[in-house]
């Protein structure tokens, strides 16, 4: 659990540092930036854990073979 601790905190630390990168200024759409933001890299390692193997890294991430290959579409990572 402490691994998920970490990327917990990392999300956290990074969400306080945006808004205070802002300046006043007024944010939107924050669940879909940050969602595309951790989604492709972590396609990316998965993969590359994976050896490429997408049935293995679909199973790993908990999605489907094909809305993995969506995914990987909509990132231009095939």
């Known amino acids: 659990m402490q ?3 970490h990327i917990s905190q990392s999300v956290r630390l990074a ?3 945006y808004f205070r ?3 006043g200024e007024t944010p939107s759409s924050i669940y879909d930036m940050v969602l ?3 989604e492709k890299p972590l396609i990316e390692v998965v993969l590359v854990h994976t050896q490429g193997n997408q049935t293995r890294a679909a199973e790993l991430l908990g999605l ?3 809305t993995l290959r969506k995914k990987m579409k909509s990132y231009d990572l095939i």
């Open 21 to 23: 990168d802002l300046d």
């Open 15 to 17: 969400m306080e540092q």
């Open 36 to 38: 595309a933001c951790v």
């Open 64 to 66: 489907n073979r094909n």
């Open 3 to 5: 691994n998920n601790e």
